[in-house]
């Protein structure tokens, strides 16, 4: 098999590092990867939504499958593009079809799909520049605080959470009037705020089958005790501790269940990942959103505790034949702390020279934003080296995470040493 990931974070470095595990992997490729990646497969200068240039790449170089990591490719239709090419049509592609990745690509589009397979979720009601009247009526029969989503991708940032109602109208006003976040906000979905605590699910389907993956959680903002601005992930742990067997059967009957079979229902083909955001109310758990992909940097703890081959578990899936493997999972609990560039996630510098890296021991090294220049692997994006580690519990796998992160230095990196704080 030649493999080709598309991507260039900690989330394609951990895939890489698990199918170059893989007797049946010949070559891997990794478009356009990073620092960490070239050690493992090469890495190929076409970026992730330039579908021409992949489509001759997999062409010239024989590549059998496609592994798509983030969701911009597939929002663009990636997958549609392989399929409705006559020479490409018979390479598998991991990752959904344009329309089912509008369950990511439109919170409104997730929100009537969860409502239409009575899949539990906060109440919402959406609306435009023209309906912004009713918005502001619909917001007072609310309590506070009020969550207001852009409905289309936003980088990660188009969700806002404000504590006072005029506050919240301002919000709304220039996410709807003054498009904050371009056409991405011309719908906003207005929605209930829902009190506990997250952890995601993930889930891989090849349309007809499931297989539940490690639960993991992840802690999105810069500051320790989650507070300040969100980011992509500064650490994640899976499993999460408190999804026990009551809460996994609910999440399994009432939601995991009922969105693959609301995908068929639907009629939206589906041969991925789905990465299921849930926060525990009470005893129950609610989807807050679905991803079409892995999570970043979820996936640098999920994918270390599947013991498959990984590149048979994406046969399987190309093959519609998931219920015939047998997925086996690592009983011990994985960690990983994030490193990130200082000021991030607002401006940063790049070319850092990283030292260190060699200097680690029983960690995982997952490279997230970094380069090579020359032999020095320098910093090249706001997250920059994931330190994954395993062991008995959490505090265990942490600590030894937390042992070889300081062994890494670059200019102004920064991480949070409270990973687990609210476990
Ligand atoms: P999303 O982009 O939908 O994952 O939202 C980003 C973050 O906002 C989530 O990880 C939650 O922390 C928070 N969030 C989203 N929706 C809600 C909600 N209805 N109630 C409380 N928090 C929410
Ligand atoms: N870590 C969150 C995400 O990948 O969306």
Redesign the pocket.
Known sequence: MKILILGSGGREHALAWKLSQSNILQQLFVAPGNAGTSKLGKNIPIGVNDFEAIKEFVLSNGVNMVIVGPEDPLVNGVHDFFLMNEELKKIPVIGPQKHAATLEGSKEFAKEFMMRHNIPT?QYKSFTATTIDEAYSFMETLHPPY?L?ADGLAA?KG?V?LNNIEDAKIELQSMLLDQKFGVASKTVVI????DGI?LSVFVLTDGENYKLLPTAKDY?RIGEGDTGLNTGGMGAISPVPFADNVLMTQIEEQIVKPTVEGLKIDGLPYKGFIFI?L?KVGEKAKV??YNVRLGDPETEVVIPRIKNDLVSVFQAVANQSLNELDLQIDERTATTVMTVSGGYPGNYEKEKEISGIDAIEDSLVFHAGTKLIGEKVVTNGGRVIAITSYGDNFKEALKTSYKNVSKLSFEGMNFREDIGFDL
Do not use: P, T
């Open positions: 906060a969550v989503k990660g969700v959470i929605e209930e705020f829902l997250e999105k955001g926060i807050i959103e």
